[in-house]
């Protein structure tokens, strides 16, 4: 079998805009071509309210400011996976600016299993349809005149994509910050071996390779962060750094894993995001309303 290999561009830095949420502690992106104004938005976040049942878009409106503010032109509204802990800002940011919704074609795999946990009918459909753009391992794709790839990077879900626009990756939940480790693989179709190697498919690009996190939880009282670099991974991670083995990785995550709660927001996310963060359809009255699958996960 002859391995995936991917185009590096070190010499193009796109300029990278953050936007950092409170409430998951997940970070969201614009990520602008030096060269235009085109720009992609990746793993951006729509506000629930989940006591009140109450959804916003005060997240999603501060990327939209700033867009319009910088005259910028979204062309992709990238989903690194399926998040079960925020739910997707992708649709509504897509009625306001335009682009095109994309993630990995494993969701799929991810729409047929929760499918079944939330006893979905036989109307949602399951082929990854509600996407506009279902990435493969190795695709490439432009954000103005910068050449992006995506890299297939399961383990933490199966249809995790690591995204690679010039000399910076976006890499999901799939690593955290060298002190905050890795990501669970517990969620159905998560598995930690798969991880171990995926992680090293993101450490094999360059060292100078900037990373940027999905989420930062702040390890020992830290403040936030979600930038650092191939080379700072390697040296450091405190679950993946050079000479871990993946046998000692695998038995570090399923420990760990074992211990943590599911996140509080799992319900109303997977079910939003395997929509490409669509609220699930309306009933005969008009109302629209997310399941609760009693002892289904």
Known sequence: M???TYPIDPTTRPEVT?????????????VKDPASTACAVVDSVMDIDYAAGRISFESADRIIDFVRENGLTVEWLIETHVHADHLSGAPYIQGKLGGRIGIGENIRIVQDTFG??????TEFQRDGSQFDHLF????????????CFAMHTPGHTPACMTHVM???????????????GTARADFPGGDAHELFRSIHKVL??????????????????REIRWETTVGEERKHNIHVRDGVTE??????????????????LIIPSIQVNMRAGKLPPKDESGRTFLKVPVNGL
């Open 116 to 121: 079944k946990v939330f006893n979905e009918g």
């Open 18 to 30: 953050a936007f950092f949420d409170p409430q998951t502690n997940t970070i969201s992106y614009v």
């Open 247 to 264: 046998e000692e990785f695998v038995a570090m995550r399923q420990a760990r894993d074992a211990t943590l709660d599911m996140p509080k």
């Open 2 to 4: 002859t391995e995936t």
């Open 136 to 147: 493969r391992d190795g695709d490439t794709y432009t954000v103005g005149g910068m050449t």
């Open 204 to 221: 094999a690009l360059p060292d100078e390779t900037r990373l940027f996190m999905c989420h930062d939880y702040g390890p020992n009282g």
């Open 166 to 180: 010039g000399n910076a990756a976006f890499v999901g939940d799939t690593l955290f910050m060298p002190d905050g």
